[in-house]
């Protein structure tokens, strides 16, 4: 896309936000520009820094920042699923660990920004996470001949229709085709998410044991690599359909609780 070449920066109308240096925030629409471009963050990296604009200047420790990103209390790795989203963070802002201009951090406490920001238009409440963007690759068949069998590609288009109770505005989903053309060359995690423009990437392998089947999955945040969650199903496979049907099911809800502080939360209309 060809952008334009005049100098002029353009101002962004927030409703509810704030802006800091050449960013303006918009809670209400949880988007990121940097003068009139949109930054891409969205998830955590996104909660982190709504979380550090809302208390300016204080310090938000990591037990805050757990319990705002992880409520259900459950994370493979907190450390470096926080550390994670703080780079990502740094990275969409241009910012340094040892020489922040936005967000400072504070051994073994946790963080504060420190940048010079503008409220706007914002109450109290009115937060709210991006929605984070989900690729289901395929799930790999460890005994097949095939890469992915009928079973395995069964059960990630069942994953992806459980996941579509969570809503199209709570959740992007991307589905098997382009997720299975995006993994053909794609070396690193990273180079695969950005590939589907993913946050969040679903992997899975299927084995079999005669009458029995044992389905793995793990969620990744995309950019780093980092593993955030880990299951795995075995059941009795007497029907197809049925233990794709469950174990789908199974993993929508899993995936909605370890995901709950990346979701917009939806409120009632009085």
């Given amino acids: 896309m060809e952008r334009s070449r005049s100098t002029r920066t353009a101002v962004v109308a927030v409703r509810d936000g704030f802006r800091f240096g050449p ?14 471009l949109l930054v891409r963050l969205a998830g955590q990296p996104l ?23 992880w409520p259900g209390g459950s994370t493979v790795d907190f450390d470096h699923g926080l550390n994670a989203a703080v780079r990502r963070l740094r990275s969409a802002l241009g910012d340094r660990a040892d020489e922040p201009r936005f967000v400072e951090t504070l051994a ?24 984070p963007r989900l690729a289901v690759l395929p799930f790999r068949d460890l005994d097949g001949p095939e890469p992915w069998t ?11 229709a459980q996941l579509g109770r969570l809503g199209a505005d709570r959740l992007a989903v991307v589905g098997h085709h382009a997720a299975a053309t995006a993994c053909q060359g794609a070396q690193t995690t990273r180079e695969l998410g950005a590939r589907v423009h993913a946050d969040y990437l679903l992997e899975g392998s299927v084995r079999r ?5 044992r389905i793995t999955a793990r969620l990744v945040e ?49």
């Avoid at 960013?23 to 009139?36: C, G, I, P, Q, T």
């Avoid at 079973?151 to 994953?159: A, N, R």
Wanted: with cysteine.
């Fill in 23 to 36: 960013f303006s925030l918009d809670v209400r629409a949880h988007e990121l520009r940097k003068n009139s």
């Fill in 47 to 69: 909660e982190v820094l709504v979380m550090l604009l809302q208390r300016y200047s204080e310090v938000v420790t990591r037990d805050d920042l757990k319990r705002r990103l």
């Fill in 108 to 131: 073994r406490r946790g963080y504060r920004f420190i940048g010079e920001a503008e409220s706007i238009g914002y109450r109290p409440g009115q937060e709210g996470a991006a929605r």
């Fill in 150 to 160: 009928l079973f395995s590609e069964g059960l990630g288009e069942e994953t992806i």
């Fill in 209 to 213: 044991n005669g009458g029995r089947i």
């Fill in 222 to 270: 995309a950019s780093e690599g980092v593993q955030v969650w880990a299951e795995t199903y075995e059941r009795q496979l007497s029907d197809c359909l049925m233990v794709q049907t469950d174990v789908a099911s199974r993993l929508a809800d899993a995936l909605a609780r370890e995901l709950q502080g990346a979701l917009p939360v939806r409120r009632a209309i009085s």
